[in-house]
């Protein structure tokens, strides 16, 4: 008896197909050939093998011995590399929609920790960036700029380490930062250090911290945050109070040179904080803070370089956000509540059609100052944790929920954070972890991060690159 597949098989399902789906179609073959006298025509293997090496090690032998046309893909296919080469919205969709289904039950939490750093400052950092070659969170030193330590959460162990950087830096220097790949490079964004002949970069390759003169003119508390531009190989800085000058600036990654642009629009002091890649559209929407208020919003068209202006059409306050988060399955971009908190509604921007979306969130905020600052994404979750400030006195923090597109709350029960506790967060792939960066609370002796203990662990690839690795 034979299997005879005139037109051939195909297997595929249209979404993620778990490896299992095809070993009965293999076996069936494989019984077919040994039994049969004729041969069968080759049949087309289609789907995700997850990974599977013993899959993929049969797969290869039956498409040596003719019995198939292998065209299946690895998980690790689905997964962007840092620059986005040949980025696929829908396979790396896939891949955290396999990734998060799989861990829907696992335990989570809210822990603090002891970071024995005996940092005396408070308000030491401003943000923070992951470093993925090393697998650490750096911390962007605003009022410990100036101290001759600063530190980075090893993202194996989750020891707080302190090292000397050896830079001359300002108070407030910095405000927010970047991961740039192409160069292994974290840049701060110049904020008090703006007006100074030199800025600093780590250089993830050493550890060492490097003073550049950038030879540009900017304002002090120029800018608050950075973002990479994957198609370019630029990292533009965020208008803070930069915003009201004739010239913004960025990075040419290939070349480290600083360069000035004048980019036409009309923005007030003060005017953002932060910015989010959207992969889909190839722009980068900066966040509005002071200029939350004004009728017109801005982007950075990453095709050209040009500076957008485009009109909201929705009601927000000034100050209202402090950094935005990108939600992949969604293809949204969530501003984090500042000002805006205790407002009926907040706000996201629907990256498929550039539209900022009202809605009505639900919980309670009571802070109208800076509820939160900053957030971070956890894939494996598929949720946004906002990190809390003047919020994080309070028993119950928020976050959304990506996959209903709902706030929700989460508790801290049994730990205490002060009065503007954190600024900014960072998830940290090898631990799913999201660490929150402390700003008021770093001179207390519990920090705090979320937890899940699901088994797997996200792409340090996807997690490093120009999405989600910024403040």
């Not at 970047?178 to 050493?206: E, G, K, L, M």
């Not at 040179?257 to 889909?280: E, I, L, N, R, W």
Request: proline content about 4%.
């Amino acid at each position: 008896m034979a299997i005879t597949a005139t037109t051939g098989c195909t297997w595929s399902g249209g979404g993620y197909v778990r490896p299992k789906a095809v070993w009965p179609y293999i076996l069936a073959l494989i019984i077919g050939a040994s039994l049969g006298p004729t041969s069968i025509a080759a049949s087309a293997v289609t789907g995700n093998r997850e990974g599977n090496a013993a899959l993929a090690s049969l797969l290869t032998s039956l498409a040596t011995a003719g019995l198939v046309n292998d065209s299946t893909t690895s998980t690790t296919d689905l997964v962007p590399n840092m620059r986005l080469t040949g980025y696929s919205q829908a396979r790396m969709q896939e891949y955290i929609s396999a990734l998060s289904a799989r861990n829907t039950l696992s335990e989570t939490g809210t822990l603090p920790y002891a970071h024995g750093t005996g940092i005396s400052v408070s308000g030491s950092y401003m943000g923070g960036v992951f470093s993925p070659f090393q697998n650490r969170v750096y911390g962007v030193p605003y009022l410990q700029a100036n101290v001759a330590t600063w530190h980075y959460i090893d993202g194996n162990t989750g020891v707080v380490v302190g090292y000397a950087h050896g830079a001359t830096a300002v108070a407030n220097a910095y405000d927010g930062g970047a991961f740039s790949p192409t160069q292994n490079r974290i840049y701060f964004a110049p904020h008090a250090q703006a007006n100074r002949a030199s800025w600093h970069y780590v250089d993830c390759n050493t550890g060492a911290v490097v003073a550049y003169t950038h030879g540009v003119t900017a304002v002090a508390n120029a800018y608050a945050g950075a973002v990479y531009s994957p198609l370019q190989n630029r990292l533009y800085f965020v208008p803070f109070d930069q915003g009201a000058q004739t010239n913004w600036h960025y990075v040419n990654c290939a070349t480290g040179a600083v360069v000035a642009y004048a980019h036409g629009a009309t923005a007030v002091a003060g005017a953002y904080v932060g910015g989010v890649y959207s992969p889909t559209e190839d722009r980068i929407y900066l966040i509005p803070n002071g200029q939350a208020s004004q009728a017109t919003w801005h982007y950075i068209n990453c095709a050209t370089g040009a500076v957008v202006a485009y009109t909201h059409g929705v009601a927000a306050v000034i100050y209202a956000y402090y950094g935005g988060v990108y939600s992949p399955l969604e293809n949204r971009i969530y501003m984090v509540p500042a000002d805006q908190g205790p407002e009926t509604n907040w706000h996201y921007i629907n990256c498929s059609t550039g539209e900022v979306v009202a809605y009505a969130h639900g919980v309670t905020i009571l802070s109208a100052f800076l509820s939160y600052d900053g957030g971070a994404y956890s894939p494996v979750e598929n949720k946004i944790y906002f990190a809390p400030s003047e919020q994080a006195t309070e028993a119950a923090w928020h976050g959304i929920n990506c996959a209903t597109g709902t706030a929700f709350t989460y508790t801290h029960t049994g730990s205490t954070a002060i009065s503007g506790a954190y600024s900014g967060a960072v998830f940290s792939p090898v631990q799913n972890r999201v660490y929150f960066v402390p700003f008021f609370q770093s001179n207390q002796a519990n920090w705090h991060y979320r937890y899940n203990l699901a088994g797997d662990r996200a792409s340090s690839s996807l997690m490093g690159g120009p999405m989600f690795n910024k403040y």
